[in-house]
């Protein structure tokens, strides 16, 4: 432990407090991207000798490349310790850094770098609905209250789902844009007597601004919660997407799941089971519980840091790879789906347009209505109603350009 | 009924599923603007003729001025019931446009009205806590683990919330930009036969754009979603400043809550009780369970509209009153907010500046802090930590604009 | 106020931390019980003179037989205003008394109250159920992923349904019999001086124990969860038969819901929507969404009284009314539940029982399995499945009995 | 797979849809018992001969010994494939049976065990605190609205928490009698034509009844929620004492918590930190968002089963591991707690005993509250507050009682 001393701390409560290693792995090459970053301005700065600053960071480089395996009491000494077995100056890079700020860079990150990948996923997902409503539009009972109830179309459905997955995108730029600020610096919460340069760590790592208040720097869960919201709208068209596919797929017939998407049954031979669809659909309500956990976790938390934060990793870390791996599959099954040829599509969903064409006629709606509902007759449909949605093109745009300048970030600090 | 026929619907059904008058009063205002709207696109498309226009808005005009208390069905049907009463043309005012589209464009600009409203409120709370930052600064010890652990100061405190509500404001105005989007015109979700012009109502009700995919506009829930995230956020912040400042007037000492904002006890004569910043600290919580209320109602919908979304507005309107209360109340207490002359500040949050000082005299902070463990002896601190926090010129003058624009649009729609 | 003195308390203070009167005016009965025991035994102690007892008994039982609209502060405030405009001894009825001991004292009371009345309610619903599976028992298929699985019929379907609304009949009961202890005397949360007697209060209020410490007594919410909790599952039970009915009346034909539950469309003519079952689905997750409220308002809060605890009052208000309407109108709906004439039934849902008919002679059943897959030649069905569930006697004695008891508590306090 | 055919199921889905292995693991032993009493069953029936049963039960009984590494599917099929390697007795033992119930019945027996674990570690740390109050009474001030406010002490206050804590007990009795029916024997969902002993296996294994609809049966999360809504209480409680510890232990002086349940900072070194406490009071809000994720999990699903309900395993086995840990850590420090011996008791928390003393001298209780308030004199405190709460040998006895039998059904059904 960087802080032991003579008293014994009981094992239990090591154990009880420290996180699972799996998600400490995760945060290890931010980490090293942080401590480079902050090395790097040490030197800079006058603490740290050029050549010290050489030969810690060929261990950074070397340990990020190796992606090795951590031990000990967390990520953030792991890092420390093997520095410090390379080379004395180890010993330094803790200078003017607690590791509040350690675990607060190395997250942000991480945040940075996930949001970028989730929205580059879903752009493809965007892109194969796009794709299904263009060359698979063909006529489908439009639903309200689980009924039929009006003409639409694959396309206009399957187009529905881009145009909310677009808002989703700007809901991530815009979280994306919030958490982009460098917290490093902060040190416990109340900065440093010592003459660090957080603009230069700002520059060093990529990020758009610098945090300003060091309270504020190390406030653990906001920024995670900005991210899982936007998390839980993904997830929650998601959810509903998978809805409408199952639905479609079983009772309405309108489409026809991919067989290697089903799985069977151990006792029922003849089953088919859009099992893919029910996992989605749970993995959304667990995002959203995941957001919930944060939002209560750092609730009533009086200020500075408070070790309660560090619960929140946990649902972050499993929210971007339940968020991820959702993506990567539904994109793949909506690419193989294809509409099934025989559904029957009732005639009365055609009653509100034959109204309406009274009203053409100069009968007011009212009326017309009333004269529909008593005579049950219907006109015959109209052409097929065409896909729309909002175009996403600067978006896409904007997360092929953060992918870059994150790629670029990384080579500068790490791989030279 | 406006779909009343010969069968007799169950009063107890109609009684179970309506909502309460007291939210659709809130609706009203927007109806009203929202059908003004359409009513001169109906015109202009030549489904109503222009003096059957003027006397439809007569009675819109009049009706929004005078702000009738709703009877009946429902804040639609009373819109079409008094304007029918008023004049024949009353009838054709639902042309082209179902219940869906109203109460979907009505709640889309009341959350555009909250928005901004909600924004300026919370730009007045963060003048308070700069100003109360700037000329209220003194020394104080900042915690972690609720223990004096570095020197701090009153100002760095308070400009920690200002940095925090800025982001909250940057979070506000990205909901409302993707709130932002015209979706009347969606009629049942599936569009209209009829030759309406979307165009032309997104422009007459001031939004940035309209919403493309009629599926996606009646999909309601969404944008209440968004809202109630960024809400979420803002009283989280409000939150942890309510806790603050009971550990600071209570425990610590730090400051005195103004007595006009405490209240006393039935049993205890001697009590001074921080009952608003109780009741913020709960309602937080409030608004974060309607946040949760939302996501679960419109969780695994079908496609298409379901009754079940209307469940959504009342958390919307409880959240909004809520919130925008909570900010007032809270502006106007760190207003009068004083710092205590009196109160202990431990001599030993000194310690790692301590241990920092004797790394600028070339120790490494490793050793330095094992040498300030054992002796336990403190250098005196610095001078005072000065606020800081980003700056919010820009969202100033976004929000204004808005009002300002909002309140152009509703006297072109409505006052003349 | 009670407590109110020479300071200028502001009314925007007032306003925002008191409640709504609806809320208080539901208590006002049950204050006005606990009130009436508390006074007794103030008079059998010797704090209040027979007479004096006398004239407070004759205003307390006008007060609850006219069911006043509560005016001014609170509920609390109003009974010792009314009271002692009345008579002076009015001002000895808040004797070893606090305000919190009030509202948790009028808060059980409700709480048994309304616990007494859902049971009763949700035990009408269990034998509307249970009738509709043996009267109606009819073949449907039973569903697996949202697809016909297997031979079912209305009456296993139905009964599933009667076996886990008695489960929640359970659960009601648990929290009952917990909730059921007398929390009066606990004063501010620490026991008073005087010599108050809690054993009498907790018998002429009917409880059947008393609550031991006054720290714990006056730990408002956690109670409330307990009943939210029991609630939530009855809610859930609910949305899932919202759900299949949903399915069965919708794309699966099975069922016809009466025509007098469901309402119209202000555009599309033919429409006839289950409107009930949406709002009963969407009611559902409210009640949810209040038990997660509670909890969060309540967690975290050090120990003794504090008045964020005041807000766990709405949702529970909320939930019971809910809770209760939606029984209601469900058991009126299942009593007059159809089984549609005409369905298709898919024959392979026969798949498992000719498997498992190949396994009575002899085979082993991965074999049969694997032969079934192949042929996909079913034997046909058996006989009707008949309806199965838990008995459920006992807890309708417990629950009669407990009404009566309530009813007899009532009238020995107040209607003599 | 047991379903496997010749379409190939991609690798992606599988993964997707499969659980984490380390969930499969906690389900082994459980499943080994379920399919032990299964098998013994099935040769009562005629299905199984008896000397097929020998070898089945030799490997099952192995199993169980050895508790092996999960490879495969899943751990149904990984049983199965195990027995029918070792015996082709194996591949009878899925007859009458489905993996839903092969998982129902596991998870079941799981929630059992489980539920008397954390009943017997909650008695300890209830015992702890009963000790802590007896043995380490003394004056504290008693708190409402974080405010010293009435004379109490640390029994009264330690007590509190057993009397909390033992309301608790109750309701994990409640859960467990409601869990506490044997599901096996359900099949997919609709029962089995073979003629299976359900009361057999409800003897077998040791439960009160069995579950009588199958439909019902196969239901999951249901219970899991009962369960986790206990859980909920039980960290609820530990979460209200997590915040109580710190606040005496920081701020307010009244306890020291023991050294070895403190950690250090890496930054500060004068720091003793109670991240134990801190780390628990997160954990309880991840307990709560644990139940909230079942209930939206299983929220909305149609009748019969759906993938979704797969999902409910990890927060329900997550809860479970949560709860214990934080139980026995607790405990634990509660069992080194020492008051401190210097801390200050603000005169003014006698104000409301010393109205109270005047209205024993016949002064009505509003004038004597004036009359304190005003002189601002107060009489000195009483004896010290003793310890109270309600007593717990029934609950303790069931416990135990429970336990030895669960064993004695583990023993009768593997170890012989």
Redesign the interface.
Known sequence: ?????D????D???S??QEETILEQKLLPYDLLGTAAHAKMLESQG?LEKGELEEVMEKLSEMYDEQHEIEGEDV?TFIEEKVTEYTDAG??I???????DQVVIATRLLMKDSCIEISLELLELVKELGEFAENENQPIP??????Q????STG??A??Y???LV?DL??LQ?AY??IDQNPLGA????????DIDRDKTTKLLGFK?K??????CV?RG?HE??LL?AL??VM??V??LS??L??FS???KFFDIP??????????????????L??A??????V???E??I?????????????????TKK?LVESIGTTL??L??LA?LVAELEVSDSFEIHD?IH???T???M??DDL????A??E??QK?EYCSG?SI?EP???QYVELEKFWKAEKSSFERTKESLLDS
């Open positions: 432990m960087l802080w032991e001393t008293e014994l701390v009981k239990s409560v090591l009880y407090t603490y953030h010993k330094k803790h200078t003017g850094r607690s590791r509040n439009g639903y309200t209250h689980q009924q109830a009006m003409p639409s206009l459905w187009s529905s881009v145009d909310a808002d700007k809901l815009s844009e919030v040190a416990a919460g109340y900065g440093t007597v010592l601004s945090q300003e208040n060091p309270i504020y406030n906001k919660l900005m919201q839980n709208h929650l068209d959810q509903k809805e409408d199952i639905n079983e009772d309405q067989k290697e998407f089903c799985t069977g049954s151990s006792i029922m031979p003849q089953k088919k089971n859009p099992d893919v029910e996992i659909r749970a993995k959304a309500d667990e959203a519980s995941h919930h956990a939002r209560s976790i750092i609730g009533k938390l009086p200020h500075g840091y408070n070790r309660d934060t560090q619960q649902p791996a959702t990567e599959i793949d009365d009653a509100a347009d109204a309406n064409k009203v053409e007011s709606f009212r009326e209505y009333q529909v509902k049950q109209d109603k729309v949605h909002q």
